[in-house]
């Protein structure tokens, strides 16, 4: 759905004639793509929903064990950041659709999209920084959890599952690569390292669950 790039050449109108009007700053990277393919993408994040209450499970059950009222609070805040994320991204839809819309609309229409576009972009915006200020907290929290020993993590781990190294990863990542590649993960770029860091987490949990039955065993 964000994995496209466009200039103010591409699309004068929306790009060039109109950008100071439009509250949209994705509008460039769905610009290019076909409707099918922008319709699919928006799908994705609440077909996941499933996944989102899984992950809050998973890190609920890496601090369980030690400390049941942190597990509680962290695996809460992150739900709350997981039911927004799926409607904010859904509304990308919406907003990307109205403003496509212009480009085929009359001249004294074109106004009246621009701003019905940004009123879908302005009401899923409030859900995006919703969902990201629930994100952050989370993952403060987690950090301080681990490195405090908290959790089933080891303590280093914290240097690894926290807000700041997430949001490192999601800058980073489209600028280490080819722009071709870039262009193609520069939109997700955050949820890749979401991808990574329960990666990194499911290993690590797995490790500690066998020293545990090793040492239980022994």
């Known amino acids: 759905m964000l ?13 060039d004639t109109h950008s100071e009007a439009i509250q949209f ?30 992950s809050a499970l998973h890190i609920h059950g890496a601090f369980q064990a030690r400390s049941p009222r942190l597990a509680m609070a962290l695996s ?6 997981f039911a927004w994320t799926p409607l904010a991204h859904a509304g990308f839809y919406f907003a990307g659709e109205t403003f496509r819309g212009v480009l085929a ?12 576009g940004n009123r879908f ?8 920084m919703g969902s990201l200020l629930a994100a952050s907290l989370a993952w ?16 280093w781990a914290a240097l690894l599952l926290n807000p700041v190294t997430l949001l490192a990863i999601a800058i980073g990542l489209p600028l280490a690569l080819p722009r071709d590649l870039a262009v193609l993960v520069e939109g ?5 390292a979401l991808l990574l860091a329960f990666l990194v ?3 690590l949990l797995w490790r500690s669950a066998e020293e545990r039955a090793e040492r239980a065993g022994a």
């Open 25 to 54: 700053e994705s509008l460039s990277m769905m610009l290019p793509l076909d409707s099918q393919r922008i319709w699919f993408g928006a799908l994705i994040a609440p077909l996941a929903v499933p996944l989102y209450l899984v």
């Open 201 to 203: 987490s499911t290993v």
């Open 140 to 155: 403060t929290g987690v950090a301080v959890g681990v490195a405090l020993g908290r959790s089933d993590y080891p303590r």
């Open 3 to 15: 994995g496209g790039a466009s200039s103010p050449d591409d699309f004068p109108l929306l790009l």
């Open 188 to 192: 997700a770029a955050f949820n890749i």
């Open 76 to 81: 809460f805040i992150l739900l709350i950041g």
């Open 105 to 116: 609309a009359p001249t004294d229409a074109q106004g009246l999209l621009i701003e019905l």
């Open 121 to 128: 972009a302005n009401f899923f915006g409030v859900f995006w």
